[in-house]
Structure formats: C-alpha cells, structure tokens
C-alpha cells in the first residue's frame, strides 16, 4: 500500500478540487506509485482543463519512466489551427502548422523544455500541442517533481484566465498563420478562423466552435429596425475577410 503524502491528502479532501484530479491522485498518489502503475502496463493519465487544456502522464520510454505533460491551444486557437489545416489541404499543411505554433504565442514565452507536437488521432485535423517529457527517476512525490520543474509561463499564456498576454486567437491567429504560409481565412465580421472545406458544410464558410458553424454573430441585421420577429434574422453568414482570400504572401 502506497503511503498518500500529506498534501495530496489535504488536496484530496479539498472540495475545491476537480474530479478528475482526485481520480488520479487517489489512484497514483505519488510519483513511484505512478510508476510502478505504468511499468506493469497500467494507463496513468488525467486530462484537464483546469484553467488551460493539458494532458499529464507516465508514460515508459525504452523502459525508462517517462512524466509527459501536453498543454493545448485554447480552443480559439485550435480553431484557428484547424481550419487553416482544412483550407490548405494537404498533409504539408502539418508541417507548416508546426512551424508557425510559437509564433502565436506572446513574444518572449519561455518553451524551454516543450516542442510542439501532433498527436494522432482519426479527426478532421491533428491535435496540436506543446510536449514536455521529464524522467520520472529520483521523484517519489508529485510535490518534488512540481517544484523542481512547475508548468511555467506556457500555463499562464494559455490559461483562460491568463494574467498577462494570451496566445493568438481569431484575426490575429489568421494574420499569423498566412504568415507562415498558411490560407488561413478570418470572418470579417466576427473575427473568428473560417474554412469552407469542413465535410459537413463543404462550400460554406463556417467556424468550428460554434453549434451553428455557418452563422455569424455579428450579422447585422437589415430587419432589425422593422421589430417583426417573423422576419428577424437571428444571424448571418460569416463574411471571409478579402485580403485572407488573396494568393498568399
Ligand atoms: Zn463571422
């Protein structure tokens, strides 16, 4: 029997912890538990997204223990990251979506330790991330490997309630990715990426986030003034910014 460190009892019985976190502290409470769970084969994993979208787990590499962190894009970015995967196309399109990631993120972001990554998946687009893998020997608490290596800046640059500046999201994300090579296209209207090479709408301009992709909410509405709600519009078309349908720098 593993014994439980004082703090994850204290953060286990917290009531202001998420549940997938007592998940996996109740099962892996410290690190050689963690361990010893994945050297028998055992899945040691917890995706979160608390404050920012990431993935940590024990994983073996050539034998060796491995903790993996994957922090992802917020989900404006990765909108923005898929649908400029749609509009080009093409596998390349990975590639070039590689290159640009850091590039969205606030100048001077510290990435020391992550690369960015694809992970596979059978989606319209890859999972995009930022990887950081650290050997999981001389930790035996959660507490030694947190303060020895703490999430860091990436965190809070995409963290939704980021203190400071965030990653590119909408026109500023698009701006950047047509930079890199990407036909990356916003809406002219609203902001947000748009690709009109989504299978469920090919032909149309939509968004990815949204329930109703195709409708814009910044429509505006030529019948607002009139008050008949028979002929209301309650959205409209998304309007692809011109100069991001010109040929590519
Ligand atoms: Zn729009």
């Not at 995009?128 to 290596?149: C, K, P, V």
């Not at 500046?165 to 890199?180: D, F, N, Q, Y």
């Not at 036909?183 to 301009?205: D, F, I, K, M, Y």
Request: proline fraction near 9%; charge should be negative.
């Amino acid at each position: 029997m593993t014994e439980v460190p004082p703090e994850i009892t204290e953060y286990l019985n917290s009531p202001h912890t998420l549940p997938e976190w007592v998940h996996f502290y109740s099962a892996f409470p410290t690190v050689t538990a963690a361990v010893r769970a994945a050297s028998k084969g055992g899945t040691v994993e917890v995706f979160t997204s608390e404050n920012t979208a990431y993935v940590q787990r024990v994983i073996l590499i050539e034998g060796k223990p491995v903790i993996e962190t994957v922090i992802y894009p917020t989900v404006q970015a990765r909108d923005a990251l898929v649908a400029a995967f749609l509009n080009h196309g093409t596998k390349a399109a990975e590639t070039l979506i590689l290159d640009a990631l850091p590039h969205l993120l606030p100048a001077g972001t510290d990435l020391t330790g992550y690369e960015c990554i694809t992970e596979p998946g059978e989606g319209l687009a890859p999972r995009y991330g930022f990887r950081r893998r650290i050997s999981a020997d001389g930790f035996h608490t959660w507490r030694d490997y947190d303060e020895l290596h703490p999430i860091g800046d990436l965190y809070d640059v995409l963290s939704w309630h980021s203190s400071g500046s965030t990653i590119a999201e909408g026109a500023a994300a698009v701006a950047i990715l047509r930079a890199h090579g990407l036909p990356a296209v916003a809406c002219q209207a609203c902001g947000e990426s748009l690709t009109n090479r989504h299978p469920a709408w090919p032909g149309t301009w939509v968004n990815l986030t949204e329930e109703y992709g195709p409708r814009c909410d910044s429509f505006e509405d030529p019948y607002s003034g009139l008050h008949q709600l028979d002929e209301a519009g309650i959205g409209g078309p998304h309007i692809p910014a011109p100069a991001d349908l010109e040929p590519l720098p």
